[in-house]
């Protein structure tokens, strides 16, 4: 099974910037692994910010967006807010299953 | 409103079996593929099983190949996994999800200890 790797950790200051990326084992992520990205509050079920490498749902604030960058799918978050201190997890598709990676605990200070 | 609801989590002796339910409402269940997703405590999200439209089509990942069964009913727009031969690393939050992950339930804690 591919193994699907991110940053532990990353802090940001409030309003600042800063880009969460997923990467996989197998090589360069693309669109075809049809990455998602997903926020997690402590004592919630997550929440699906992005679809497909970088579509957003309806209620995914307008300072996240994603992309691919580097061989790796990218979560960039600009602006930074107090609530989006969260652990985000990216998702890759490997045929029709799906693997999450480790996560990314954001501290916002 | 789309709502997912989990039931049937609890505490299970190892090599025991559980079987969890999701009923959905407030979409058409049926044109969504479904998948369930664990969590165990302090832990991040492991993917378990898809399932397509019709329930033709069903996929895992091999840590619970043959062990865990996703299955769905149409006419009751509800999921469900059967889970046999529960070991203690399967003790996690359960949560099922609707296509492209647009909505999660609240999740349905399984234990399994002796």
């Known amino acids: 099974q591919a193994v699907v790797t991110q940053e532990p950790s990353l802090t940001v200051s409030p309003g600042g910037t800063v880009t969460l990326t997923c990467g996989s084992s197998t090589g360069a992520v693309t669109s075809g692994h049809y990455p998602y990205w997903f926020q997690q509050k402590p004592g919630q079920a997550p929440t699906t910010l992005i679809y497909e490498t970088s579509s957003k749902h309806s209620w995914t604030p307008a300072r996240f967006s994603a992309s691919l960058l580097g061989g790796k799918a990218a979560l960039t978050l600009s602006g930074a807010q107090p609530e989006d201190e969260a652990e985000y997890y990216c998702l890759l598709s490997y045929g029709a299953r799906g693997v999450f990676g480790g996560g990314t605990k954001l501290t916002v200070l | 409103e789309v709502q997912l609801v989990e039931s049937g989590g609890g505490l299970v002796q190892p090599g025991g079996s559980l079987r969890l339910a999701c009923v959905a409402s407030g979409f058409t269940f049926s044109n969504d593929w479904m998948r369930w997703v664990r969590q165990a405590p302090g832990k991040g999200l492991e993917w378990l099983a898809n399932i397509n439209r019709d329930g033709s089509e069903k996929n895992y990942v091999d840590s619970v190949k043959g062990r865990f069964t996703i299955s769905r009913d149409n006419a009751k727009n509800s999921l469900f996994l059967q889970m046999n031969s529960l070991r203690a690393d399967d003790t996690a939050v359960y949560y099922c999800?609707?296509?492209?992950?647009?909505?999660w339930g609240q999740g349905t804690l399984v234990t399994v200890s002796s």
């Open positions: 999800a609707r296509d492209q992950y647009r909505s």
